[in-house]
Antibody, heavy 123, light 110 residues
Framework: QVQLAQSGAEVKKPGSSVKVSCKASGGTFSSIAISWVRQAPGQGLEWMGRIIPLLRIPNYAQKFQGRVTITADKSTSTAYMELSSLRSEDTAVYYC????????????????WGQGTLVTVSS | QSVLTQPPSASGPPGQRVTISCSGS????????VNWYQQLPGTAPKLLIY???QRPSGVPDRFSGSKSGTSASLAISGLQSEDEADYYCAAWDDSLNGPVFGGGTKLTVL
């Protein structure tokens, strides 16, 4: 049973970058997909991208292309999401979640989720 | 503006049955399966229904999902106070090549 534990809250200045980690335990890290989903205060959910550690190739939502980098370290079973050029609208809770795979094809549904990491962007 | 459309709120008394709708298009719901998530206040979302109508282990059978054309519905029967939460629908979008979500429906148990 995979469990995901995320790094702690961050406060960042506009224009800077943030890197959030997501450590997996209880499963085979290489054979799963890790997606990142964010939720702005009082708002809905927004998919940012994913990585399949076995393939090491990330996929990004069009909206975040060029600003987000998702990586995975198989040696520590940890995935990372780095978001650059931060602006106030990036203030949100960032979740990692295991995305179900059929073979190597992501199926677009997520279970389980990490506990979330609040990133606040403020001058 | 979310890609999938949900009503912002729904409500019902304990014991009643309530349904939450989710409307999309041919590039998402029309061509792919629908998933539902429950988010209790202050917690991470939890998978409730996947592949239109499948319940993960541990989800009570009071929760059920269905899909028809470019719309889907989540039904909750025998409403309980602990069902008060936000509910999100989601589906793969072929045009965006990724998962998309509805804006969420806040369920209140009266």
């Amino acid at each position: 049973q995979v469990q995901l534990a995320q790094s702690g809250a961050e406060v960042k200045k506009p224009g800077s970058s943030v890197k959030v980690s997501c450590k997996a335990s209880g499963g085979t890290f290489s054979s799963i997909a890790i997606s990142w989903v964010r939720q702005a205060p009082g708002q809905g959910l927004e998919w940012m991208g994913r990585i399949i550690p076995l393939l090491r190739i990330p996929n990004y939502a069009q909206k975040f292309q060029g600003r987000v980098t998702i990586t995975a370290d198989k040696s520590t079973s940890t995935a990372y999401m780095e978001l650059s050029s931060l602006r106030s609208e990036d203030t949100a809770v960032y979740y990692c979640a295991r995305e179900h795979l059929m073979g190597a094809t992501p199926m677009g549904w997520f279970d389980p989720w990490g506990q979330g990491t609040l990133v606040t962007v403020s001058s | 503006q979310s890609v999938l459309t949900q009503p912002p709120s729904a409500s019902g008394p304990p014991g009643q049955r309530v349904t939450i709708s989710c409307s999309g298009s041919s590039s998402n719901i029309g061509d792919n399966t629908v998933n539902w998530y429950q988010q209790l206040p202050g917690t991470a979302p939890k998978l409730l229904i996947y592949s239109n109508n499948q319940r993960p282990s541990g989800v009570p059978d009071r929760f059920s999902g269905s899909k028809s054309g470019t719309s889907a519905s989540l039904a909750i029967s025998g409403l309980q106070s602990e069902d008060e939460a936000d509910y999100y629908c989601a589906a793969w979008d072929d045009s965006l090549n990724g998962p998309v979500f509805g804006g969420g429906t806040k369920l209140t148990v009266l």
